[in-house]
């Protein structure tokens, strides 16, 4: 089995102004893990997720993907070339919390969107992969409906059909489903859950920690702008160590039944 | 109220406002589509990061929405050809105030489609390994041309009414015509509510032709 | 370019420049504040029940939307006169135009206003004990007046700029000074150009202001 990591961060800092929220985060994903980022609101979550694949500039520190360095030194500063980034984030997939689909293009034609710009393909091959994952997530009736006209849940779906047409070798989630009603959430979970048995390598943020526990092989807990407590999900969230972790399990379970 | 209306001698002059529309029909395309280039040249340095670029567009566009139209006219047909040592004809003048004065209207009805655009659509975008100018040309603009076309319609609505100033200069226009009419027949009350109705359909016309398009373009919501 | 503008046309003659816009602001303030309380019964009219009332109303309403108002003010300068056999100044036919054109773009504004109340908010009050005019009073009229402040401020700008059309018919306004004044000394760049900056001074307070409450408003929504 491959133990390089697809994916490696050192050292990373990230500020808003002056408000310091990642405080010196280093992590590795290799390939078939997949991790779980749970904290509390605010806590720099989606702020993490970003970072990795430069929606946000990094305040400090490196990212690496596939061993290599991301970014360019030029007269001692670091600069990152568009080209680069395209790169990136043709590899890393992202699925939103607001689906941010295309209103303007049907479902079909969102999932073909980056395989026409980003890959060149042809229409007729980008049709075709676009057929297959959509129809892979449930949706071969919707190709050509409006993404305004979907529920929350199929939206979703779309957008997810969306980042696996590129084939990244990482899946980002920033809570896939806190936008949607309640009995939508299981719909896309379950899309989530299918891309787990293919053995993809993901990372999800998400506060669904019954669905964290199951798909997880890694749980990390997020506070105070560095990765508190990590590890399996029984250890972090059966049997967390640190005080921190367990408060704010407890609150989680407050109304539990 | 005893007037007795009699639009004969009118309507046997109805050729010549005939002209006047046709004239005030061209001056307001021709202004339309030099109106979009300069509010496209505007509307791209005010959105730029340069300061230097970006400052003088403000500038400009503020100082054209918040002066009178009239004064335009005026100074584009009398200032500008004594400080450039040049002489206009009222069709140019004319022009050139319509053209920049809906040029600086335009380029704020093009950025505030520009930046209605959620971040979530550049994100959307950017996630996919997109770049910045596929993403715009193949997202941004797309979305946001249909938000602009309401607040566009509006604007150019308003300059096929602006175009009648052109007529104090004396260039042929409907108003213009009707003043000539007017001038031959002495019936002001038949000649003016004639001109009123003409104005009227064409305006009605014009915002039907706007409705059907409006709503081509907006087909998505 | 070797013209050398000479601004001291401009101080010499501040005295006239200053009594046309003494005169712009006299037909400006009265036209927008009549304009208003008759666009205010305009819109009560276009809301009415009454079928022939607010059929009639919106015929009103179109007229002065979908015509220019330079055509207005002439016609209530030139042919209205003969419909009334009573000759009216210049000034009382620029009023007239300014304020039912107000009116009519007013009554619009406060249409919107009204029919944007949403229910819920009337139910709300009720359901903690208010009557219906304490509801009205305290919850509707506040958020309609909020809601409608941008739209009204723009609306008294555009008067301000429609006002230098009634130079046209000779009222003795700024526009109308500026362009004696800059045929009278052959000065038409360093006069036009004052005249421009004096109304740029007149009207961008609003402009500004329009922005910010804009801007307010969409925060405290
Ligand atoms: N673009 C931004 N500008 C300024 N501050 C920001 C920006 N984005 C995030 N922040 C701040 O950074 C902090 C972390 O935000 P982030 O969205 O990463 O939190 P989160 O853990 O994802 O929270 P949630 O569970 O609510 O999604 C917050 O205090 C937030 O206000
Ligand atoms: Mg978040």
Known sequence: MNTQPILEVKGLHKSFADHHVLKGIDFSVKPGERVAIIGGSGSGKSTFLRCLNFMETLSEGEIWVDNERIGVEKNGRITYPEKQLCSVRERLGMVFQQFNLFPHMTVLQNVMEGLITVKGYTKQDAHAVAVRELAKVGLSEKHDAWPGRLSGGQQQRVAIARALSMEPEVLLFDEPTSSLDPELVGEVLRVINQLAEEGRTMLLVTHELGFAYHFATKVIFLADGVFHEVGTPDEVLKNPKKPRTQEFLRRFSEFAF | ?????DFGPVLSRFDMLALGLLNTVKIAMVSIVLGIIVGLVLVM??????????WPAAVFIEFYRNTPPIVHFFWFFYALPVLLAISLNPYVAAVLALS??????????????IVSIERGQWEGGKALGMTHSALMTRVIVPQAISRMVPPFIERSFELLKTTALASTLAYADLLYQAMLVNSETFRPLEVYTTIALMYLVLLVTASQLARMAETRLTAYQ | MNYVPDFTIVTDNWIVLLRGLWVTIQIW??????????????????????KWLSRSTLVYVELFRDTPVLIQLIWFYYAFPILIGMQLSPFAAAMLGLTLNTSAYASEIFRGGIKSIHRGQMEGAKAIGMTHAQAMRRVILPQVIKRMLPALTNRTIEVAKMSSLASVISVHELMYQGRLLSSTYYRPFEILTAVAFIYFILIYPGTFLAGRLEKYLARSN
């Open chain 3, 29 to 50: 303030l009265p036209s927008i504040i009549m304009g208003l309380c008759f666009g205010f019964a305009i819109a009560q009219a276009r809301l009415s029940e009454r």
């Open chain 2, 45 to 54: 340095m005010r959105l730029s990061p340069r300061k230097w670029l970006a």
């Open chain 2, 1 to 5: 109220m005893d007037y007795s209306w």
């Open chain 2, 100 to 113: 920049t004065q809906s040029g600086a209207f335009y380029a704020e009805v093009f950025r505030g489609g």
